[in-house]
Every structure is written in C-alpha cells, then in structure tokens.
Nanobody, 124 residues
Framework: QVQLVESGGGLVQAGGSLRLSCAAS????????MGWFRQAPGKEREFVAA??????????YYADSVKGRFTISRDNAKNTVYLQMNSLKPEDTAIYYC???????????????WGQGTQVTVSS
C-alpha cells in the first residue's frame, strides 16, 4: 500500500518555474515506479512524466508537451519524487497528481495509486 501527498503547487507567471514534491508512505516506495499526471479544466487527465524504481534503472518518460521543460526525479531515501517545471506556459495550468505503480508501463497509463493533487496556475 502506498499513500501519496503532493505539495509545491501555486501561481506563477509564464516563463517561471515551480517544483512539485510528492511524499510517499510505505516501506516499498523504492520498488514502485512513480509518475505525474495532470488535469486541466474541462479536459481529461493526461500523463506528464514517470520514473522507474530501482537504483540501476532510473529511466524517465515524458509527454511530448513537457519534454525539455520538465524533469522528474526521485530520492528513495526520502520517499519523495519531484517534478521540476521550467519555462511554464499558461497551458500547463492544471491540477497535478502524483502516481505510483509497481509497473513502469502501467504508471504511465493506469496507475494503481493517486495523490489528492496540487493546483498549478500559470498566468500569461
């Protein structure tokens, strides 16, 4: 069982940066792939980024819309995953959700665990 709590959302101007954090509970955090999804007003949730789970494989995956601007990372010692968001655009405005799943493919498509979400608003 994994519980996820996001933080770090807020209001930022276009071109600015934010870093989201997701604190995970559970002894098996290091064995889970972690990810981020987002949901903009009136739109479906969409995949943003994901990272594999063990010390050897740190593969990362990104949606085309955020490649080169967002970076996902994790600190297994702190049971925390991060999403560094740079060069933010108004279209990045959404609720951002932290996700977890034992499978690095499923975490990108249909994660088993979700956080409550944190609001990110980018003003033009």
């Amino acid at each position: 069982q994994v519980q996820l709590v996001e933080s770090g959302g807020g209001l930022v101007q276009a071109g600015g940066s934010l870093r989201l954090s997701c604190a995970a509970s559970g002894r098996t955090f290091s064995t889970y792939a972690m990810g981020w999804f987002r949901q903009a007003p009136g739109k479906e949730r969409e995949f943003v980024a994901a990272i594999a789970w063990n010390g050897i494989d740190r593969s990362t995956y990104y949606a085309d819309s955020v490649k080169g601007r967002f970076t996902i990372s994790r600190d297994n010692a702190k049971n925390t995953v991060y999403l560094q968001m740079n060069s933010l655009k108004p279209e990045d405005t959404a609720i951002y959700y932290c996700t977890a799943d034992p499978n690095v493919l499923t975490v990108r498509t249909n994660p088993g665990y979700w956080g409550q979400g944190t609001q990110v608003t980018v003003s033009s």
